[in-house]
């Protein structure tokens, strides 16, 4: 069963960071073979969260509060979550 990790990220595509963060999931990914799968969503989206949580980088946010839920969200429910 494949794992969704979120990656909450406002950043354009063409910005170094959103590329460099997918791109190093993208590499753990495959240098481990786990079967995960990654979707990146803007915080203004209210995304679900699902098995694993990446905070990515380039704050303010569009939806800073939004940001936070999901960090609280992971927290209360033991979703792995890790921040840029």
Partial sequence: ????????????????????????????????GAPITFSVVHTDSRPRLRDGVVIGPGSPYRDPAAAEAAIQTAREKGIPLVGT
Avoid: K
């Avoid at 990790?5 to 240098?31: K, Q």
């Fill in 1 to 32: 069963m494949s794992r969704v990790i979120t990656v909450l990220m406002d950043l354009p595509e063409t910005n170094d960071s959103h590329r460099y963060t997918i791109d190093a999931l993208g590499h753990a990914i495959a240098a481990t």
